[in-house]
């Protein structure tokens, strides 16, 4: 990797970092110069602005995602084990990169202009792509549950891990994974009840 480029990234860490630690509206590009060890006059000639700091960082967290899901997937092909690559890789990724999902979760709203469309349509297709996994393991077990809900709920499922998770390796973060996918897709496939009557 080009001296510019690892430079950049070694920057994005940096930002990625304080976002963290202090959340974007409180902090500062000296904040983050000074994680950098950089001057503030150095670090602008790498990221320009906080704002243009946080759309890289976010767009360098999905681009991470998206890469990884569809790696997963190239290794998988049942829906029901590509579903649990899925999970595998996306709490892989909450666990191994802490900082950077509590930006993605925090601070994403903060975005403006091109990187807010740039970002929110990165995710609007990540989540489109779990909404094509989760389709395609409820036609194959004949599911009445509402994919919308069923995905939304598996996202909510996976986002708290950072809340409660204090794993101190890979295959506790592995082991979560195929926990919430069995879990899951028990749930999902679970035959449709009629409510309870309410007395």
């Not at 503030?40 to 999905?62: H, I, N």
């Not at 809340?163 to 082991?175: P, Q, T």
Request: charged share 20%; glycine share 6%.
């Amino acid at each position: 990797m080009p001296g510019y480029d690892l430079r950049l990234q070694a920057a994005l860490d940096a930002a990625e970092s304080v976002f963290a630690e202090k959340s974007y509206g409180l902090a500062t590009m000296r904040d983050i110069a000074a994680a950098a060890n950089l001057s503030v006059a150095g670090l602008y000639y790498y990221l320009p602005s906080k704002q243009r700091a946080l759309g890289m960082v976010c767009g360098r967290a999905f681009q991470a995602l998206s890469e990884g899901l569809e790696r997963a997937l190239s290794e998988a092909a049942p829906p029901d084990s590509q579903l649990r690559a899925f999970v595998r890789h996306h709490v892989g990724f909450i666990t191994v990169s802490p900082a950077a999902y509590r930006v993605l979760l925090h601070d994403m709203e903060a975005l403006e202009g091109e990187d807010r469309v740039a970002v929110h349509e990165i995710r609007r297709r990540y989540f489109a792509r779990a909404a094509d996994l989760v389709i395609a393991v409820q036609q194959q077990r004949t599911s009445s549950i509402s994919t919308r809900i069923a995905t939304a709920a598996l996202f909510g499922m996976m986002n708290w891990t950072p809340m409660w998770y204090r794993g101190e390796n890979e295959s506790d973060a592995s082991h979560v994974a195929l926990e919430m996918s069995t879990l899951f897709l028990r749930g999902v496939a679970a035959p449709a009840e009629e409510p309870a009557a309410i007395a």
